[in-house]
């Protein structure tokens, strides 16, 4: 029995992995949907704003609000979906999997301190909004240093890959680790895994992460999340641009 039962453990791991690997998939690019509709939404936000539809503009911020709460709750499947593939053991008994993705669930929501309303993506959906008839002015209640600290905040963990010192921004081909979240160059990632016999450590400073060639990857969010960033740098630049206009005004 004991020899029979362990090939019959281990189609059952492949399974349940290979399951939870696709539904990861699937939520992730649910995700990217969510992601991309934000986008939209702040981009049509600020053409009300030019057009002075002040009430639309408040609604579609009650549905980008709305929206990032369905993405949390989105995101806090995928960890659990993750973890079921990266951690379940088949037992001898049945496995309750509703009752493990609900603890996981759960545990994730507990260790949150994310708040809707305070989610940077609401702070750069009003701020995209202010300055449409504000550009360079703090919003009201803040600093310009509150500005400039809040509207370079993003989701990327480095802004240049560790190997060819390029910024993110100018990636051919970005990959990120499943495992650190970090990102990379493919091509040279992808060289420096296989000189270390495809197992190596992230070569991030500090990050005792080990990459593997398949858990590195090009996930659907990473170029979304990119493209964020590009954006906020060239808003940062237009800032910058309005600000020194107004410091020769001064001077002249």
Not at 100 to 110: N, P, T
Not at 136 to 150: A, F, K, L, R, Y
Not at 157 to 182: F, I, Q, W, Y
Request: charged share 25%.
């Amino acid at each position: 029995m004991a020899s029979t039962s362990a090939p019959g453990n281990n189609a059952a791991y492949g399974r349940i992995k290979s399951a939870a690997s696709t539904l990861f998939s699937d939520n992730q690019s649910l995700i990217s949907e969510i992601r991309k509709s934000l986008i939209m939404m702040k981009e049509i936000a600020v053409d009300m704003e030019r057009d002075k539809e002040s009430e639309m503009v408040k609604e579609l911020e009650t549905g980008v609000i709305q929206l990032l709460d369905a993405s949390d709750h989105c995101t806090y499947l995928s960890t659990a979906i993750q973890s079921l593939g990266d951690e379940y053991q088949p037992g001898p008994e049945p496995t309750n999997f509703s009752k493990l993705f609900d603890d996981k669930i759960e545990r994730l929501k507990a260790g949150s301190s994310s708040v809707p309303q305070n989610h940077p993506w609401i702070r750069q959906f009003r701020e995209a909004i202010w300055n449409v008839h504000h550009a360079g002015q703090p919003m009201p209640g803040e600093e310009q240093e509150d500005i400039v600290m809040t509207s370079t905040q993003c989701n990327l963990l480095n802004v240049t890959c560790p190997l060819s010192g390029k910024p993110v921004t100018e990636l051919a081909d970005p990959v990120r680790s499943m495992d650190c979240k970090h990102i990379y160059e493919k091509k040279v990632i992808m060289q420096y895994i296989k000189s270390k016999h495809s197992r190596s450590q992230c070569p991030v400073a500090g990050c005792p992460k080990m990459l593997q060639l398949d858990r590195v990857v090009c996930d659907p969010l990473l170029l979304i999340e990119i493209d964020e960033m590009r954006s906020m740098n060239k808003e940062s630049t237009r800032h910058d641009v309005i600000e020194d206009f107004t410091e020769l005004d001064e001077e002249d």
